[in-house]
């Protein structure tokens, strides 16, 4: 709930006409990063814990996402209906090209470890580079110098 009030402020500045106001903040409306990583990561979390985890839940023979609930008409409209969302939003985000190639990924590839994943240093990498900071409730994304924006009491 901390995020959607969150994401559905930021949207809620985009529509601020008031202009003393607008004057007064220092960014009256932010807009959304988004990297191609940041888009897979999306659809396939939304996709596989919420959409599948609810279509299993109704039909318990559903267990795996490519196999059994990828061919599903339920699959089809719920990928519809999250690509719709995504579009949706287009004009409270910013396209950003990730530097793939510079960001070198055989050299951070020694770092992952139990409690750190390679889209954990990814995005560490990608915000301290473009000086952005990350919203995220994943409790391991624990950085000391970049901002985290989050509702996880572990990460404050």
């Known amino acids: 709930k901390a ?5 559905e402020a930021i949207i809620s500045l985009h529509s601020i006409t008031e202009q003393k106001l607008i004057k007064r903040l220092k960014n009256p409306q932010p807009k959304f990063v988004m990297t ?15 959409a599948m985890k609810a279509y299993s839940a109704l039909n318990p023979g559903i267990t795996n996402y490519k196999r059994d609930y990828r061919p599903t008409t339920d699959h089809k409209r719920q990928l519809k209906g ?30 992952l470890g139990e409690n750190c994943d390679f889209n954990d240093i990814y995005y560490y990498h990608f915000a301290k580079e473009n000086n952005l900071p990350v919203v995220t409730h ?11 924006i989050t509702a996880n009491r572990r990460l404050l």
């Open 36 to 50: 191609s990583m940041l888009v897979s990561e999306i659809i396939n979390a939304y996709m596989r814990n919420v």
């Open 3 to 7: 995020y959607l009030d969150f994401f």
């Open 138 to 148: 994943d409790k391991d994304f624990n950085y000391s110098d970049i901002t985290i």
């Open 82 to 111: 999250l690509l719709t969302d995504i579009v949706a939003f287009k004009d409270y985000c910013v396209v950003f090209d990730d530097g793939f190639t510079k960001f070198n990924p055989f050299d951070k590839l020694s770092k």
